[in-house]
């Protein structure tokens, strides 16, 4: 029920193009995945993304977990059926939002370039090791067996080990699941990311254990058949740590692999990462760059040999006014633009761009007109699946290099 293969190659670079098979229909790649954090795409129905060419949603473990919300989705028989999804489905394993309560807090940064920590520091004297205990409001303790949560919501606390979060993907029923990770940061000294890598090698071998052998009768239901696992490749902006990572992650029997975790302190660190991890990986395997959606990255990471991407970007970006234009992105908040009648992209064939000006829209936003948001995530979405269409047509046509010049320029 699932295949991978690639149909073409580029001739002067890793890039290439692929044909995804599962259950629930075919991903052709490379391939952005939008995501639905709760099981939305907050702002456009997943239909709708669909119609223009969505092949392939993310949902995130983590806020089906902590809600318990999880349990309910399994009586109707998962997350297809809950939230009505006729497409392929991804869900995370946790590890990011383990990284977000913990570190990510407690280091004040997040994952992608624009918050590269270039000039931040830990807090003195406090070595890694230890900064995983405790964090303002939020607790996180990581351990061998798993982490341990307060709940941000209710305070409660939580346990989620490599065991757990399987049986959960496995109950959510998603095509796409990811194998437990810690996602270290990128202000994790070489040491703490050392033994991070330990644990997340560890539990890469538990959750196959789990996947393949799982007894627990809903869950075993739901899965055999049904899903592939893709293992996360780890180890921080440390070079030995990725190659030691991506040897030990690929001798396992995962369907694909994922490069997951922070990606160094500058665009240029996450592009050598990628250049000296992907070769180790069986080329003939799917790849998924983990939380990364900025159009140049896009570029950047398909050149290298990555085939799928999930971003919040497109949509996050549209509940802040920014919207995806050929000669980059504009803010609609911008007062130039309330008396402007050009479409939100002159290039853009979305439904919005034909029907709506830049004035409208604008006037809608500052208005906190909840269809301003609607309108923007539409033209995102749109917008990012449409550059992933004509990349796999400059990859068809032998002109990658070529589009992606071409395109970069306008981002100047
Ligand atoms: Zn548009």
Request: net charge positive.
């Amino acid at each position: 029920m699932f295949q991978f293969r690639i149909t073409k190659k580029d001739k002067k670079s890793r890039a290439r193009m692929g044909v995804l098979r599962t259950p629930h229909g075919a991903v052709h790649t490379p391939a952005f995945v939008p995501v639905g954090t709760k099981a939305a795409l907050r702002g456009i129905s997943f239909d709708r993304a669909k119609q223009y060419g969505g092949e392939m949603f993310m949902v995130n473990t983590y806020h089906l977990f902590h809600n318990e919300r999880y349990k309910i989705i399994g009586k109707f028989g998962g997350l297809h059926a809950y939230a009505k999804i006729d497409a392929p489905l991804m869900t995370d394993s946790g590890g990011f939002q383990v990284f977000s309560l913990g570190f990510g807090s407690e280091h004040g940064v997040g994952k992608i370039a624009d918050i590269f920590p270039v000039s931040a520091k830990a807090p003195a004297g406090r070595p890694s090791e230890k900064i995983t205990e405790y964090r303002g409001n939020n607790f996180v303790k990581i351990d061998d067996t798993g982490a341990t949560f307060k709940n941000p919501v209710n305070g409660q606390m939580l346990w989620l080990t490599p065991k757990k979060s399987i049986e959960i993907q496995q109950i959510l029923g998603a095509d796409i699941i990811f194998s437990f990770d810690e996602c270290t940061s990128p202000l994790s000294s070489y040491e703490y990311t050392k033994k991070a890598l330990k644990r997340t090698h560890t539990w890469a071998e538990v959750s196959l254990k789990t996947f393949y052998g799982n007894k627990h009768p809903a869950a075993a239901a739901l899965w055999r058949g049904k899903q592939a696992m893709l293992g996360i490749v780890q180890g921080g902006e440390y070079e030995d740590l990725r190659k030691e990572s991506a040897q030990a992650i690929s001798s396992l029997s995962f369907f694909g692999y994922a490069i997951g975790g922070s990606l160094g302190k500058s665009k240029n660190d996450m592009y050598r990462i990628l250049d000296l991890t992907i070769p180790l990986l069986d080329e003939k395997k799917i790849k998924h760059l983990l939380g990364i959606g900025e159009v140049d990255d896009i570029f950047e990471s398909v050149e290298r040999g990555i085939d799928l991407f999930d971003c919040v970007a497109p949509t996050r970006w549209a509940r802040h006014g920014s919207v995806l234009t050929s000669k980059g992105r504009i803010n609609i908040r911008n007062k130039q633009f309330l008396i402007d009648k050009k479409p939100l992209d002159i290039h853009c064939a979305c439904t919005v761009c034909k029907t709506y000006s830049r004035a409208y829209i604008s006037h809608l936003y500052r208005e906190k007109e909840v269809y301003a948001i609607m309108l923007m995530t539409e033209h995102n979405v749109a917008w990012m699946l449409d550059l992933m269409r004509r990349i796999r047509l400059s990859l068809k046509a032998g002109e990658f290099q070529k589009f992606k010049k071409q395109t970069l320029q306008g981002f100047q």
